[in-house]
């Protein structure tokens, strides 16, 4: 059993540059992508950005250049980088493991992000 426990979060304005965290506990190395999905209100969960076992990684266009993907495997940690704030990055962001950026065997209980303008 894989659990994730996202953290960073919160109340930040517009232009801010917060970090997300997710720890991983549990197996992982069978999965080869980590990856931060969001879902805003009235909307489905979209990806954000994933990073795969051997670095390469993927964004979803609405951040390509404000948002950076790592992971850390010897800490089981996965981080999101986000700069450059805009009010439509509100969301629940939610880390995740997967055998690829779509197919996703474990989700984390999300943290929310409220960019205020």
């Known amino acids: 059993q894989v659990q994730l426990v996202e953290s960073g979060g919160g109340l930040v304005q517009a232009g801010g540059s917060p970090r997300l965290s997710c720890a991983a506990s549990?197996?992982?190395?069978?999965?080869?992508?980590m990856v931060w999905y969001r879902q805003a209100p009235g909307k489905p969960r979209d990806l954000v950005a994933g990073i795969a076992s051997g670095g390469s990684t993927n964004y979803a266009d609405s951040v390509k250049g404000r948002f950076t993907i790592s992971r850390d495997n010897a800490k089981k940690m996965v981080y999101l980088q986000m700069n450059s704030l805009k009010p439509e990055d509100t969301a629940v962001y939610y880390c995740a493991v997967g055998r690829s950026y779509y197919l996703i065997n474990y989700w984390g209980q999300g943290t929310q992000v409220t960019v205020s303008s």
């Open positions: 549990g197996s992982i190395g069978s999965f080869n992508a």
